[in-house]
């Protein structure tokens, strides 16, 4: 089955820039995207096909994503980005999440 | 304003059957794709299945396949989850989500109803 790989967890100061990836086999010939959740809350997507942010989320979250591997960077990481992010994929008509990935801005 | 509201968790045993349900307002429930994710305690996303294509379409994740059913209501703008045969390892938050077919990505989440399955 397919899988999608996410490093546990991710640190970042203040204002500085977090990159989290997502490996899967051939992942750049399918569209990723991403999703935020904080503790208590249900998950909100941030990046979809990509790259592109759906209204509202902020310009800092951006998206790329080829050959093995799909990255989500905030730029100017704030506090209120502490939060765990997914990634997500279609392998045909299942739908596979990434491990997920803790984002704590020290 | 668009809205996933979920309802039907609760505790049941082991075998037990529940049915969950996912009220949606603000948006044309009939143009759009639907799915359910779900998530263990203290663990990642898991997707449970999606319905297709106005419904003509259904896929499950082979740890549910046969034992959950996906079905959606238009006429009254809800979405369901049939439960069977339930196990220790469904117990979860169970979310519903819209399916964006223009983005192939979730873009609406509802806030989750909790299944316990306990002996």
């Known amino acids: 089955s397919y899988e999608l790989t996410q490093p546990p967890s991710v640190s970042v100061s203040p204002g500085q820039t977090a990159s989290i990836t997502c490996s899967g086999d051939k992942l750049g010939d399918k569209f990723a995207s991403w999703h935020q959740q904080k503790p208590g809350q249900s998950p909100v997507m941030v990046i979809y096909q990509d790259s592109k942010r759906p209204s509202g989320i902020p310009e800092r979250f951006s998206g790329s994503n080829s050959g093995n591997t799909a990255t989500l960077t905030i730029s100017g990481t704030q506090a209120v980005d502490e939060a765990d992010y997914y990634c997500?994929?279609?392998?045909?008509?299942?739908?596979?999440f990434g491990t997920g990935t803790k984002v704590t801005v020290l | 304003e668009v809205q996933l509201v979920e309802s039907g968790g609760g505790l049941v045993q082991p075998g037990g059957s529940l049915r969950l349900s996912c009220a949606a307002s603000?948006?044309?429930?009939?143009?759009?794709?639907m799915t359910w994710v779900r998530q263990a305690p203290g663990k990642g996303l898991d997707w449970v299945s999606s319905?297709?294509?106005?419904?003509?379409?259904?896929y499950y994740a082979d740890s549910v396949k046969g034992r959950f059913t996906i079905s959606r209501d238009s006429a009254k703008n809800s979405l369901y989850l049939q439960m069977n045969s339930l196990r220790a390892e469904d117990t979860a938050i169970y979310y519903c989500?819209?399916?964006?077919?223009?983005?192939?990505?979730?873009?609406?989440w509802g806030h989750g109803t909790m299944v316990t399955v306990f002996s």
């Open positions: 997500q994929a279609w392998d045909g008509s299942t739908c596979v």
């Open positions: 319905t297709r294509n106005r419904g003509t379409i259904i």
């Open positions: 989500a819209r399916l964006s077919t223009a983005w192939n990505a979730f873009d609406i």
């Open positions: 603000g948006f044309t429930f009939s143009t759009y794709e």
